[in-house]
């Protein structure tokens, strides 16, 4: 949390400190609109509480495609007004906080702190392992082995901060736990096809690599357009639109950004993992 952050006490909420609370003011504000960020903000409103989230970065929910960005946005922009694009800068307002950022302003009762967290290394001295290290402190680690080096030291799950997932976690601790034993070794254990899925609404999801980590001159690109889906008016509760844009290249079969509704969200994930495998 940033430092001058601080002086506003007990007003600022983390995703931990928010579930403790036994009442909660009428006016919320968000930073940070990652994937938690964004779910809290929306579930929020959707309690009746007037709610602002803000970001540095024009995106919503780790979204890397703009189709599925440009769907999304209005969708939880109903419910929760939105700032994105610019740092959040706090200021105190009389009995409220301040929260300046894109597209004016907002005066909060208190403030969730939803930009992210990292892995708590400090007391573990990798300084001296021998390795090299980031600007971050952190190690550069094989994801297929998660070791350091040639070291007989594995770091798994949130440690890494490689896939901070549960079920990235689950699956490093088995590799850690393979390639740590007398007969582990080797080049270690084959990685899932990533997967995240935001519990939004609608949902949103990414299979498989990002968007922009593909190459643009070697992909085709498919778009499916939920919005005169029944199902989907449904789920949703209005007929905006929401994409799936499935990635072919020759080397396979990728859709890796989506937002759905929840009946379409499952089986797009499914099928993803089964055809990208």
Do not use: Y
């Not at 001058?4 to 928010?18: E, K, N, Q």
């Not at 009762?109 to 392992?129: C, E, H, Q, S, W």
């Not at 094989?142 to 440690?159: E, N, S, W």
């Not at 990728?254 to 937002?259: D, G, H, I, L, T």
């Amino acid at each position: 949390m940033p430092g001058p952050w601080r002086a506003f006490g007990d007003r600022i909420l983390t995703t931990d400190t928010l579930f403790e609370q036994t009442d909660l003011p009428r006016r919320i504000a968000v930073i940070g609109m990652g994937a938690i960020g964004a779910e809290i903000a929306q579930a929020l409103a959707r309690l009746g509480l007037e709610v602002a989230g803000s970001d540095a970065v024009e995106g919503l929910s780790g979204i890397d495609d703009p189709q599925v960005l440009a769907a999304f946005r209005p969708l939880i922009g109903a419910d929760v007004a939105l700032h994105l694009g610019a740092q959040a800068e706090l200021a105190a307002a009389g009995d409220a906080i301040r929260v300046t950022g894109a597209d004016g302003s907002f005066d909060a009762d208190v403030v969730l702190a939803a930009i992210g967290r990292k892995p708590n290394l400090d007391g573990l001295m990798l300084d001296t392992l021998g390795v090299p290290l980031d600007d971050k402190g952190m190690p550069d680690i094989d994801p297929a082995t998660l070791r350091l080096g040639d070291l007989p030291v594995f770091l798994a799950g949130d440690a890494n901060g490689h896939r901070p997932l549960l079920h990235e976690a689950a699956d490093e601790g088995h590799i850690a736990e393979r390639m740590a034993a007398p007969d582990g070794g080797g080049a270690g254990l084959c990685r899932r096809t990533p997967l995240s899925i935001a519990v939004a609404s609608p949902q949103v999801a990414r299979v498989g690599p990002p968007l922009s980590a593909l190459d643009h001159a070697a992909i085709v690109t498919g778009t499916v357009d939920f919005s005169k889906q029944a199902r989907a008016h449904g789920a949703v509760g209005r007929g905006c639109p929401c994409v799936s844009t499935p990635i072919a290249t020759t080397g396979g079969f990728w859709p890796p950004n989506c937002a759905c509704p929840r009946p379409n969200i499952w089986r797009t994930c499914w099928l993803s993992r089964w055809t990208s495998a």
